[in-house]
């Protein structure tokens, strides 16, 4: 039997951890009310009552919570970001998500017992990279950027005594994560910065009688029918007029999903898989980590044999963004 990958979580606010840690997962992530975390939407994210409540609640069905403070500081307001490190420390959380290496060199410096993880937005993408930041700053893990085939990310794990995290399931970026900056050309915002692709107070839905436009600080980016669901509006997957043809120009709607290729990444050795979304409901949280406890549990179990449980892709066809998924940079047949 192979060593069963940790199922790592998101959790968006205290009910979606609760239905992570209900329905499996082994880990769950969080960050803070503020613009150190990469999901900084109203409404979501923890205060310091939240996140006391959250963490008593993993650790008592002994599972492990990590704090994403895995934006950029900038220039000037440092004090915001360390404050945040005090606090992961504070509500002892089981390790930091972190990808600015200068708030490693902090946490290290002020908080030497504090598990670092490296972020995917530190776009590390090779094991040299991981390295420097394991010999620098001791970091334990690395979560790795949605951009490597499964034949890099084995090589990574290779030369590399750091564990390998690797995303699983949720929406996926056209971007390298950590070097998009293609929606600050219409907000003025980075999103490796304040933490969000398309902030609120730039979004504007304008409701016509037989159409419905949206835009981002006032770039049409989409236009929908009456029938047409509409998702949460960004740059990347807007659909632009090129040479007369309406479409997505820059990237479709689509979700990773791994579930077919499960025991070869147990197999190569990932340590952990990782599901994209703390932007969701509870309910996406709930069905996303049931689904994947049972088939990597079952591949694990079963390496030769292993089957997908058409209930599973069902459920997770249901919750795709767009209702598509794709194995990504997994897969490349053409390469």
């Known amino acids: 039997m192979l060593k069963t990958p940790e199922l790592v979580c998101p959790a968006g606010n205290l009910p979606a951890l609760k239905a992570a840690i209900d329905n499996g997962a082994d880990a769950v992530y969080m960050g803070l009310k503020d613009a150190t975390n990469a999901r900084n939407f109203p409404g979501l994210n923890f205060d310091m009552n939240s996140a006391r409540k959250g963490i008593e609640y993993a650790h008592t069905y002994g599972r492990q919570v990590l704090?994403?403070?895995?934006?950029?500081?900038?220039?000037?307001?440092?004090?915001q970001w360390q404050k945040a490190v005090d606090t992961a420390a504070e509500l002892g959380v089981d390790a930091m998500i972190v990808a600015d290496p200068a708030l490693m060199a902090y946490a290290t410096k002020h908080h030497p017992d504090l598990r670092l993880h490296m972020s995917v937005q530190s776009s590390a993408t090779n094991?040299?990279?991981?390295?420097?930041?394991?010999?620098?700053?001791?970091?334990?893990?690395?979560?790795?950027?949605?951009?490597?085939?499964?034949n890099q990310v084995k090589h990574v794990i290779k030369n590399t005594a750091v564990e390998v995290e690797v995303f699983g399931f949720g929406s996926l970026c056209v971007m390298v994560e950590g070097r998009c900056i293609l929606s600050s050309y219409a907000t003025g915002e980075s999103p490796n910065m304040q933490g969000v692709c398309s902030p609120a107070k730039?979004?504007?839905?304008?409701?016509?009688?037989?159409?419905?436009?949206?835009?981002?600080?006032?770039?049409?980016?989409?236009?929908?029918?009456?029938?047409?669901?509409?998702?949460?509006?960004?740059?990347?997957?807007?659909?632009?007029?090129?040479?007369?043809?309406?479409?997505?120009a820059l990237e479709e709607p689509t979700s990773l999903n791994v579930l077919e290729m499960l025991p070869e990444l147990i197999d190569?050795?990932?340590?952990?898989?990782?599901?994209?979304?703390?932007?969701?409901?509870?309910?996406?949280?709930?069905?996303?980590?049931?689904?994947?406890?049972?088939?990597?549990?079952?591949?694990?179990?079963?390496?030769?044999?292993?089957?997908?449980?058409?209930?599973?892709?069902q459920t997770l066809s249901k919750v795709s963004e767009g209702h598509q998924s794709t194995l990504g940079a997994y897969s490349r047949p053409w390469k």
């Open 268 to 313: 190569i050795g990932v340590s952990a898989i990782k599901v994209e979304g703390r932007q969701r409901s509870p309910m996406y949280t709930a069905q996303v980590t049931k689904t994947l406890r049972e088939a990597i549990d079952a591949a694990a179990r079963q390496s030769k044999s292993y089957q997908i449980n058409p209930a599973w892709d």
């Open 202 to 248: 730039a979004v504007r839905w304008e409701q016509l009688p037989n159409k419905m436009n949206v835009r981002l600080n006032q770039v049409l980016i989409d236009q929908y029918t009456p029938d047409e669901p509409a998702g949460y509006p960004t740059l990347c997957k807007g659909r632009f007029v090129v040479n007369d043809e309406t479409y997505y």
């Open 67 to 79: 704090m994403a403070i895995n934006t950029f500081s900038q220039s000037g307001q440092m004090a």
């Open 127 to 150: 094991y040299e990279a991981i390295n420097l930041m394991k010999e620098l700053f001791n970091i334990q893990r690395v979560v790795l950027p949605r951009v490597l085939t499964v």
